[in-house]
């Protein structure tokens, strides 16, 4: 985001935006339309593209599934990644409960769990 600001293709309101934006993050699977809209660039379409197959599958685990989905490409996932949070589980018999804490984009674009963390009080909100 500091390469857009200091090349100037963004504003110091645009950046400032995108800093709060990435702090804060968007819950993928909480997020009204609105907030969605707030993703960097994500138009209405697309939008109602991931509320549609969020309110078909129930709850969204990573951004794989909505590229697998035709939801959103693969590059536009990438841009979204730095400002989207969403709880993702991984339970297994008889042992604790897993989250997938990192992600990481694969050399065909695909997204996968890089590391696991061990939750204490069920998912914790991961970045993805």
């Known amino acids: 985001m500091y390469d857009l600001l200091i ?16 702090q804060t993050r968007v819950e993928l699977n909480q997020a009204a339309r609105q ?6 660039n994500l138009d209405y379409a697309q939008v109602d593209r991931i509320l549609a197959y969020r309110n078909a599958v129930g ?8 590229i697998e ?6 590059d536009l996932a990438r841009s979204m990644r730095a400002f989207i949070v969403a709880a993702i589980r991984v339970s ?9 804490v990192s992600e990481r984009v694969g050399p065909d674009g695909t997204i ?6 061990l939750c204490r009080r069920g ?6």
């Open 7 to 22: 090349t100037e293709q963004i504003s110091v309101a645009s950046f400032d935006a995108l800093l709060l934006l990435h």
């Open 35 to 40: 907030e969605l809209y707030l993703l960097p």
């Open 69 to 74: 989905a035709g939801a959103v490409t693969p």
């Open 112 to 117: 996968g769990c890089r590391r696991l963390s």
């Open 92 to 100: 297994l018999p008889h042992k604790p409960t897993l989250c997938c």
């Open 59 to 66: 709850s969204i685990e990573s951004l794989n599934q909505l």
């Open 123 to 128: 998912c914790r909100r991961s970045a993805i």
